[in-house]
C-alpha cells in the first residue's frame, strides 16, 4: 500500500530548512562581502564544507553535535528535555546544513555583481545600512537569491545521507522521500519505489518550470524599471 507520509514530511522539512537556509545564507553573504578580516577564507572554507563532503561524513559530524553524547545534544537534553536525534528537527537541521552552502554561494555572487556606487548613493542620500540592504541590495540581488531558494529547495528535498544518519529511518516519524525510495528498492519493491521517484521528480519539475516562467514575465519589468 503506498504511503503518502514521506512525501509530506520531505516537503514541510525542506520548506522548514529553506527557511533557515534563506535567513542564515542570505545574512552570511551580505555581512562576508562586505568584510575584510584574518581568516575570512577559511571560514568561507568552512561555510562551503557541506557541498564537498560526502552527505553520510556530514551527518556523522551532525551526530557527534547533536547526539546524545554531543555538546549541544547533551545541553538541550539537560537544560530543555529536549531531543533532536532521530525527529524531524534532526532531519530539518541536516537539510538546512547540506543546503545552505548553495544558498549563500548563489547569494553572494549576485551581491558582488552589485555596483557599489549605487549603494553609497543611497548611503549618501541617508538611507540607514537595514535600508541599504532592503531597498537596494536585496532588490538587485534577487536573481541570485531565487537561485539558491530553488537550489537549496530542491537539496534539501532530496538529502538523504546525512538525513538517516541523524534522523534514521522511522516510518511514519522521520521516513522521507529518499528514505523510502531506497528500502523500498532495497525489500525489491520497484513499483512504491518508482511512485516515490516521480512525486519527487514532478515535484523539483514542477518548482524549476514555475520559476523560468516567472523569471520570464519578471525580467521586461525589472528591464523597464532598470532592475536589470
Known sequence: MFEWQPVWLSIKVALASLGFVVLL???AAYVMRRSEFAGKAAVEAVFSLPLVLPPVVTGFLLLLLIGKQ??????LADSFDLQLIFT?????????????PLMY????????S???KLEDAART???SEWRVFWTVSLPLAWHGL???IVLSFSRALGEFGATIMVAGNIPGKTQTIPLAIYFAAESNDMTQAGLYVLIISLLTFSLIFGVNLWVRKKQPQATERGVL
Open 25 to 27: 545564507g542570505v545574512s
Open 114 to 116: 552589485i555596483d557599489a
Open 88 to 100: 524531524p528537527y534532526a532531519a530539518v537541521i541536516a537539510g538546512t546544513v547540506v543546503a545552505f
Open 70 to 75: 554531543g555538546p549541544l545534544g547533551r545541553f
Open 125 to 127: 542620500l541617508g538611507a
Open 105 to 112: 554561494q548563489s547569494t553572494k555572487a549576485a551581491f558582488q
Open 146 to 148: 531565487l537561485s539558491g
